[in-house]
């Protein structure tokens, strides 16, 4: 693991730098299939973002994990290829908004980010009732409700040895950085003008996503100008783990256009 300040970043390869943003329920060992697979060919990193795995401290606000991004961009090379899943999709859009000269192409998997549906009270009020009440109210840790989490956002077809990886995923996590992450992350609402963004864009999802649904994929990459559209079929939300090669050969299509 490589330090850039406060934040710990697992580094591969030599080349155009690829950074790999994890999900709320994450960290940098989420990505090996794809360090693996694009370390060949590119400077491929995967953070712990603040408050996850060897990266220190909480986050104060959403913004800050963009900041953080930002620094390890730079240190590692700019502009970069940028994949987020999930929350690191958001966290992704919120970096191309405020720091557009770090992007050279935009990957966002299973992330529903601006959505008025995914982003709605009722929306926000079950995520922290499934994650956060039970770990403030019930004394609970990340480990206690690591199987219901996954059971969450698991698709039907999900091998044995992926799903362990997602619950194991879940059981590494720091109680107080994933309260802050949570707490961060439904409160942020300053999404992008989507029209606004003119980085070559991926938009990734996956048939059996319940979190983040195709139809909000496709709605999303509609909104963004030349957007390129896929989606994974059989797998769930986390699809990077669920189903790396469809995931690893939908993303070097793109990159091989955009490098």
């Avoid at 963004?224 to 783990?241: K, L, M, T």
């Amino acid at each position: 693991m490589e330090r850039i300040g406060d934040i710990a970043v697992r580094v591969t390869g030599e080349g155009p730098t690829v950074l790999f943003l994890h999900g709320i329920g994450g960290n940098s060992l989420n990505w090996r299939a794809q360090i693996d697979e694009f370390g060949r060919d590119f400077k491929a990193a995967a953070w712990d973002a603040r408050g996850y795995g060897e990266s220190g401290g909480a986050v104060r606000c959403f913004e800050q994990f963009a900041d953080d991004a930002a620094a390890v961009i730079a240190a590692l090379g700019s502009p970069a290829h940028v994949v987020g899943l999930s929350m690191g999709g958001r966290i992704a859009l919120d970096l191309v908004r405020r720091h557009r000269s770090l992007v050279r192409s935009l990957t966002l998997a299973n992330t529903s980010a601006g959505s008025s549906e995914t982003a709605s009270p009722e929306k926000v009020e079950a995520f922290l009732a499934l994650r956060l009440k039970p770990l403030v109210e019930d004394g609970l840790t990340p480990a206690d409700i690591a199987e219901r989490i996954v059971e969450g956002v698991e698709g039907p077809n999900i091998s044995p040895a992926a799903r362990e990886a997602l619950i194991d995923s879940h059981r590494r996590l720091h109680k107080d950085g994933y309260i802050a992450a949570m707490r961060a992350v439904t409160g942020f609402t300053a999404f992008p003008d989507f029209a606004a963004i003119d980085v070559p864009t991926l938009v990734l999802t996956a048939s059996e996503d319940r979190v983040a649904p195709p139809a909000h994929a496709r709605l999303m990459a509609g909104r963004i100008p030349g957007a390129r559209f896929a989606e994974i079929e059989g797998s769930g939300h986390i699809s990077n783990i669920e189903a790396p090669e469809a995931f690893n050969a939908a993303l070097r299509d793109f990159l091989e256009a955009h490098g």
